[in-house]
């Protein structure tokens, strides 16, 4: 049976070095001399669907988006 999980799409173009996304920072870190958040993985488990729905919504520079992939 495929497993759904959450692929984590960053926009390094886009971002702003704002943090707000370190509120996952299993996830997202911030590159303090270039000041752009970069991934520390790609793939999060569908039942964090929803926290990194808040997060796409919370990215003051809409640099987050996501996609549900089938493994
Ligand atoms: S919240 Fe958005 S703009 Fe801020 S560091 Fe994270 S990805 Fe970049």
Do not use: W
């Amino acid at each position: 049976m495929a497993t759904e999980r959450v692929e984590v799409i960053l926009d390094t173009q886009k971002c702003q070095g704002y943090g707000l996304c370190l509120g996952a920072d299993d996830v997202f870190e911030l590159d303090a001399a270039a000041n752009i958040a970069h991934l520390k993985q790609r793939f999060v488990d569908i039942a964090r669907k929803g926290e990194f729905e808040q997060l796409v919504r919370d990215c003051p520079a809409a640099a987050i988006s996501l996609r549900v992939v089938q493994e």
